[in-house]
């Protein structure tokens, strides 16, 4: 167990070291990549420095030494040539495949740099040396001389090996989530709060990299730009996070979600409300204002996705949904929770007339748990508004046949819903659930008993289960609109 124990440690060790060591790098590109040619320079002369004295060959005429260089020179002219050309290539193609952005990289990418210094410092090198051996005449070599005619062809033998960790590097550069892990590199909250027009906005430099991908249906290409934005957004946001900020990015979101709807992309446009849902989520743990802006965002894409009939996003939007309701409910943002609800029975609204089964579920489930929420934290008011959102939607699926399923799920949350108002003393909410459950038992009474049913076994507090099923007995006795003539309070 202690062997187990110490190679655990010694693992996490290494993978903090190599983490530290890849930040480092990211961080100081220039550092890094001159450090690793500037060592393997240094190790090839070491080697060839050693080769040549163990065999003799620093020995050496002017006239054999001249011809040589002056090939050599003329190589590296013609290579260094042919790699730039080919790198700008390279750069034109990815700009027009992604965004004239990219360019930006390439020309901040110090391994070209480096690549044409190391290139002009030997060519110079030989050249300087081919007119100091050229005034010489053929006559011998003396040793320092020598010696620097040796260091010429080491230098023009390693220009030729860093083209290989050059070409590496350009490659991986050329990788979509390579250039997107760039751009975000660049998004920052001073170059956000100061972009006032599109040419200084970082987000787009990331997002047309996205629109890209979306339009020649790259799906993965289109997930790592958007999830890469999202993580670095939802890192930049606190407290003091101005709206702006938000707004900025929601509505990029928002432009790739109505071209994924467009392309009838249901996973693409299902990454488009994650990201959104992330956001929101963020901003209500955060306790901004910007919540509700974020949800309405959310909400209008699911809506646009219910009614093209993509499913799995419109599932995807209800649940990200619920999950900002629920923490809105436990950060007490009140107007946000409500706002949140509301959006939800829209979105329900919508795939209750799509037949949207699978969507549907979730809706429910998604206001039934902000109801939840707010009946333990003894937030009437939302407690009650969500029983009204969830007996509309419910009411609206018990008259599909395809939507039973939803309309059994929202008797159960309602009654769940009206048994924790009555444990808190939440006599309007109590009474609005129990209004929704008997009109629901009107409507399909086999499928209001089920529901009733599933919420009496999830509920060890049969007092006050039995106490709202008295209340539900005693509103489907009342005329249908009595409840609403008059203050809910009486009613009950």
Request: contains cysteine.
């Amino acid at each position: 167990m202690v062997i187990g124990g110490e190679v655990k440690i010694k693992e996490k060790i290494k993978e903090k070291i190599k983490g530290r060591y890849h930040n480092w790098k990211t961080d100081h590109p220039w550092v890094s990549r001159s450090l690793v040619y500037l060592l393997l320079l240094c190790v090839w002369i070491i080697i060839w420095y050693t080769i040549f004295s163990l065999i003799s060959l620093f020995s050496t005429e002017a006239t054999s030494a001249r011809y040589p260089l002056s090939t050599l020179v003329q190589t590296q002219a013609a290579i260094v040539a042919i790699i730039v050309s080919l790198t700008l290539v390279a750069v034109q193609v990815t700009a027009s495949t992604y965004s004239p952005r990219v360019i930006d990289i390439f020309k901040h990418n110090p391994d070209m740099w480096l690549l044409l210094g190391f290139y002009c410092v030997s060519m110079s090198y030989g050249l300087i040396l081919l007119k100091q051996i050229n005034a010489m005449g053929g006559t011998f070599l003396a040793p320092p001389m020598a010696i620097f005619v040796s260091i010429a062809y080491w230098l023009g033998t390693y220009t030729l090996i860093i083209i290989f960790p050059y070409m590496r590097n350009i490659l991986s550069i050329l990788k979509p989530e390579e250039i997107i892990k760039q751009l975000t590199k660049e998004i920052t909250k001073d170059k956000l709060a100061k972009s006032d027009n599109a040419a200084e906005n970082p987000i787009l430099s990331v997002m047309d990299i996205v629109y890209g991908a979306i339009k020649n249906y790259d799906t993965e290409t289109a997930r790592s730009g958007l999830q890469s934005l999202t993580d670095k957004i939802t890192g930049l946001i606190d407290a003091a996070t101005p709206k702006e900020i938000i707004d900025l990015f929601c509505r990029s979101l928002n432009s790739a979600g109505r071209l994924t709807i467009r392309n009838d992309d249901d996973i693409s446009t299902a990454e488009v409300i994650t990201c959104l849902g992330e956001l929101g989520t963020s901003t209500a743990v955060n306790k901004l204002k910007g919540t509700t802006d974020v949800a309405s965002y959310l909400c209008k894409v699911g809506i646009d996705a219910a009614n093209n009939k993509l499913e799995y996003a419109t599932e995807q939007a209800a649940n990200y949904l619920g999950k900002m309701g629920v923490e809105a409910v436990r950060n007490e943002l009140r107007d946000a929770t409500d706002v949140v609800a509301g959006l939800l029975r829209k979105l329900g609204e919508v795939a209750v007339k799509n037949e949207l089964e699978y969507a549907t579920d979730p809706i429910v489930n998604a206001i039934g748990k902000i109801g939840m929420e707010a009946a333990r934290n003894e937030l009437e008011n939302l407690t009650e508004q969500a029983a009204i959102h969830l007996g509309k939607v419910g009411l609206e699926a018990a008259r599909k046949d395809e939507l039973k399923s939803a309309a059994r799920m929202a008797t159960k949350h309602l009654c769940e819903m009206g048994v924790e108002a009555v444990k808190n003393g939440l006599k309007a909410a109590t009474v609005r659930a129990a209004y929704y459950i008997a009109r629901l038992t009107a409507t399909d009474e086999e499928l209001a008993r089920a529901g009733i049913h599933d919420c009496e076994l999830n509920h060890e507090d049969q007092d006050a289960y039995h106490e709202f099923m008295t209340i539900c007995k005693n509103k489907r006795k009342e005329p249908e609109t009595s409840c609403f003539n008059t203050n809910a309070i009486i009613c009950a």
